[in-house]
């Protein structure tokens, strides 16, 4: 029993250094610019306009989040406010303002903005880790740019997104799986996929059969295998993020289907702190260089 309860124990010291490995505040600070501002895209053009969808009161069916929490019904004034409200917040907070409360507050619009657009309609799987992301990205705190000290609040907050990146690949696989069985590596998908969404790429490749089947039991063992991606170390992780930035540039010239939010995620893999030290650096040669003109 004693032996058991000390590998217990083992296992679990072994966990919290894992997740809670401290990692560069700057990464947090260059995280959040990125997910903040692509909120004016997102409700501006990438999602499906939800104030032209609460026009139509007959196709609202609440989802069980809407069942289970007060979110309030859609209504064109609510959805007008929102469209301005989520990009308007996120900017602020984006350049560090008030970084937990209106984190937050960007956190719980964005998400009654994405339920209110899916309760009409298809709900994607591109914003589970953009929107774990907007919740975990506030608990740290104070974050500037190029900040290279190490924080165990940043390495919890960016494990949490790289574990939601991750998960959806995971789960996509399962549910292929579960719903399509083995005919979904076996069949025809990929094709029909294609057909329903001519591309130049896809076109081509329609003429390669054999390619489309590999393709598919591909996409499933890659996704299978993606939790490998969160024990990789040194140049393994760049393999393992080329990886996943091939297989979305692959979905997008030959399907038409873009994961922008998702991708955007995987950001938390890199070193992107290094972007504020070079911003740094840069203006403070140009300040340099200003100083000895005058």
Known sequence: MSALTGIGSTAARRLEQWWFTPLPLGRIAALRVVIYLFAWYDVFAYSPDVTDRVTDPAAFHR???ERLLPFPTPTSGLA???QIAVPVVATITAFGRWPRLLGWLTFILYADW???GD???YVPHDRFAF?????VLPSVGAAKAGDLTRSERAGWALRCIQVAVVATYFLSAWSKVRYGGWHWANGAV???ALLRRPTWAGTHLLQHPTVLHLSQWAAILAETLSPIVLFLRGRW????IAVMFGFHAFNQATLKISFLPHVLCILSFLPIEILGV???RGRQRRERSASAWT
Request: net charge neutral; aromatic share 26%.
């Open 80 to 82: 007008s406010f929102m």
């Open 119 to 121: 309760s009409y309609g």
């Open 278 to 280: 070079w911003f740094a």
């Open 190 to 192: 990929l094709t029909w």
């Open 63 to 65: 989802l069980f989040v």
């Open 114 to 116: 994405l339920v209110m």
């Open 237 to 240: 992780v760049y393999v393992g």
């Open 131 to 135: 929107l774990v992301a907007l919740a």
